[in-house]
């Protein structure tokens, strides 16, 4: 699982071409120099004529480097490697060596008696070339970044992830040995390791991603259990893929709601149509005239003529009332059956 994205390099230049700059002006002042580079060391504001100026080496001024006097460069012992700057008061060394490590006393003057007194510590040191990174998965899903470099001394180690401090969420422990740090199972990202000292630095990134492992939390057969496995070979906590006959699972359900609710629409809309069928027949039955009609009641007046004495009742007059007939239903007892309506009779005084 190692794979490289990119790699992040910062260099302040290479063996010949680094350069460092130090302000000398402050007594015990720390500078650091490349090895094989630059070194700029600001030791005044600017030359003065009537200021008379010497860098020694070494704490017993065995060895004068640089004597200006009234504004002339009286003594310089590496000409050939360095320049000061009368203007800016600047002493530049080049092609650095190990031998150039060591105490340098600055003293100013005018001539007769020591006006200020002040030394500077120079060390030289080697540049970082080059970072290499190499990752490993643990056991149970940790991962570890090992982190080296080729050349520099005096070196410090950092660690980012995605360009920015690892949190104590993310880290699980530091090796400052090894130059080692392992990371908790969930991390991922691009890890980058940075190697410095005081002239160079080159830092490397990587992108890693877990080692496969998943988290589980569950209860299984009454005992809970939370732990980082493997997702390939893990047996716990797995739901089981068959189910009884009179189980339906949830999954199989929700997918078959399209086919339910499809069938139920079509169910519906054959039942709405029946019924409107239902309804126009028994409508459309009713409005039909039928031959069969009921005498419901008749009323049947007889009268006398007045005047008239008849010996014999064959010619009355007879008055006709309202006869009403309604529907009814065709007969379902014996078709020969006759039904027999009474009607109401007076007679006329």
């Avoid at 090895?35 to 008379?52: M, P, S, W």
């Avoid at 409508?283 to 419901?296: G, H, M």
């Avoid at 309604?326 to 009607?343: H, K, L, N, W």
Wanted: aromatic share 4%; net charge neutral; proline share 4%.
């Amino acid at each position: 699982m190692k794979a490289v994205v990119g790699l992040l390099v910062l260099i302040l230049g290479v063996s010949h071409g680094l350069e460092t700059h130090c302000d000398g002006r402050q007594d015990g002042a720390q500078c650091f120099g490349p090895l094989g580079g630059t070194v700029v060391l600001k030791l005044i504001d600017r030359a003065l004529e009537t200021e008379r100026y010497q860098l020694y080496k070494s704490s017993n001024k065995s060895t004068i480097i640089l004597n200006v006097i009234n504004n002339k460069i009286v003594t310089n012992a590496i000409k050939s490697r360095s320049l000061f700057n009368l203007v800016d008061g600047t002493f530049s060394v080049n092609n650095l060596s190990r031998n150039d490590s060591d105490e340098y006393p600055f003293e100013i003057s005018d001539g007769i008696k020591i006006k200020e007194k002040r030394a500077l510590r120079l060390t030289i040191q080697a540049p970082v070339s080059s970072v290499l990174l190499a990752s490993e998965c643990l056991s149970q899903g940790e991962k570890r970044v090992s982190c080296s470099s080729g050349g520099g001394n005096s070196l410090q180690y950092s660690w980012t992830l995605d360009g920015r401090s690892l949190t104590d969420t993310e880290l699980l422990s530091v090796n400052t040995e090894t130059n080692s740090i392992t990371l908790k199972q969930h991390v991922s990202g691009i890890v980058a390791c940075s190697v410095r000292n005081n002239v160079s630095e080159v830092s490397k990134g990587e992108e890693i991603a877990n080692c496969g492992f998943k988290f589980i939390n569950c209860t299984s057969n009454g005992t809970q259990i939370s732990q980082w496995v493997l997702a390939a070979n893990n047996t716990l906590c797995v739901e089981p893929t068959t189910t009884s006959p009179t189980t339906i699972p949830e999954t199989s359900t929700a997918g078959n709601w399209p086919i339910m609710a499809g069938v139920l629409s079509a169910l519906v809309l054959l039942l709405v149509v029946g019924v409107a069928v239902v309804c126009a027949q028994r409508k459309k039955t009713s409005n039909q005239p039928t031959d069969e009609q009921e005498l419901t009641y008749a009323v049947v007046k007889i009268k006398q003529r007045s005047g008239r004495q008849l010996q014999q009742r064959a010619e009355p007059d007879v008055e006709y009332g309202q006869v009403k007939f309604s529907e009814r239903p065709p007969p379902t007892a014996d078709p020969t059956g006759e039904e027999c309506v009474y009607a109401k009779v007076q007679r006329g005084r």
